[in-house]
């Protein structure tokens, strides 16, 4: 059976109890582990779905109006008639 996942806040209270206990202790703090960098291509991915999703709302908004124009003009047109 797998471990359960430590929530953020517990994770947070056992790094400060490590903390307190190295200050009286003496112990110095375990080094940090080096921050994995993201890939190139994912930052590609991320800024093509970007644009994609920005182009589909633009083609949304634009159908939209469109829409909405067509309708004006058939109530001026019926109003006419």
């Not at 059976?1 to 003496?26: H, I, N, Y």
């Not at 190139?40 to 469109?66: C, G, N």
Request: proline share 2%; net charge positive.
């Amino acid at each position: 059976m797998a471990a359960k996942k430590k929530s953020k806040l517990v994770q947070r209270a056992q790094e400060l109890e490590d903390a307190v206990t190295r200050l009286f202790s003496g112990v110095a703090p375990p080094a940090k582990k080096a921050k994995k960098r993201k890939s190139k291509k994912a930052k590609v991915v991320r800024k093509a779905k970007a644009t994609a999703r920005k182009a589909s709302k633009a083609v949304k908004s634009t159908a939209r109006k469109a829409k909405k124009a067509a309708k004006k003009t058939a109530k001026k047109a019926k109003k006419a008639a």
